[in-house]
């Protein structure tokens, strides 16, 4: 199955305004990514290709990097996502940029059913809010806030809950 995930944000300032925002992606000073809420970004070298990381469960490698402009990042975990996600800048108008998230890729395996029932909601809900984190570092506002689902609450809840220590008692 493909899978072909875009979300946009049009944002009334220069588009190399929002390619420095972008440019900061898991640096100390990361202005983008919600970290507070989600599991923050990390990279094993400054944002550059070829740097290695992920958030949370999610693996990859800076594929493409033209700065202010475009991040690329080619998938290595989970099982079965076999693509990319990408950060993109681009005009809109004589005054404005588009901010761009996709995710491109190909399902294979347990992705079939991880990507639909879980990954895709947590996904959608997590690029929101760095969309929303970008509009008001920016702007210093947020025109439409995006709100959680009942079910994005639910598959966090489940997620933060830890599975007892081996050889912990039962209680």
């Given at each position: 199955?493909a899978?072909?995930?875009?979300?946009?944000?049009?944002?009334?300032?220069?588009?190399?305004?929002?390619?420095?925002?972008?440019?900061?992606?898991?640096?100390?000073?990361?202005?983008?990514?919600?970290?507070?809420?989600?599991?923050?970004?990390?990279?094993?070298?400054?944002?550059?290709?070829?740097?290695?990381?992920?958030?949370?469960?999610?693996?990859?490698?800076?594929?493409?990097?033209?700065?202010?402009?475009?991040?690329?990042?080619?998938?290595?975990?989970?099982?079965?996502?076999?693509?990319?996600?990408?950060?993109?800048?681009?005009?809109?108008?004589?005054?404005?940029?588009?901010?761009?998230?996709?995710v491109?890729?190909?399902?294979?395996?347990?992705?079939?059913l991880?990507?639909?029932?879980?990954f895709?909601?947590?996904?959608?809900?997590?690029?929101?809010?760095?969309?929303?984190?970008?509009?008001?570092?920016?702007?210093?506002?947020?025109?439409?806030?995006?709100?959680?689902?009942?079910?994005?609450?639910?598959?966090?809840?489940?997620?933060?809950?830890?599975?007892?220590?081996?050889?912990?008692?039962?209680?």
């Open positions: 199955m899978v072909h995930n875009l979300h946009e944000r049009r944002l009334p300032v220069a588009p190399e305004h929002v390619g420095a925002l972008v440019d900061t992606l898991s640096s100390p000073d990361d202005r983008l990514w919600p970290r507070h809420d989600w599991p923050a970004m990390r990279l094993d070298s400054p944002l550059t290709t070829g740097a290695r990381g992920g958030h949370g469960p999610v693996r990859y490698t800076v594929e493409e990097y033209l700065p202010g402009r475009l991040v690329r990042f080619r998938f290595g975990a989970p099982r079965g996502f076999d693509g990319f996600h990408e950060f993109t800048v681009r005009p809109d108008g004589s005054t404005g940029a588009v901010l761009g998230h996709l491109s890729m190909r399902l294979r395996g347990p992705a079939h991880t990507w639909p029932l879980a895709r909601w947590l996904h959608d809900a997590l690029i929101q809010d760095c969309l929303d984190r970008a509009e008001r570092a920016l702007t210093g506002t947020v025109r439409a806030p995006a709100r959680w689902s009942p079910y994005v609450r639910l598959l966090r809840a489940l997620a933060s809950r830890r599975p007892p220590a081996p050889g912990a008692a039962a209680g």
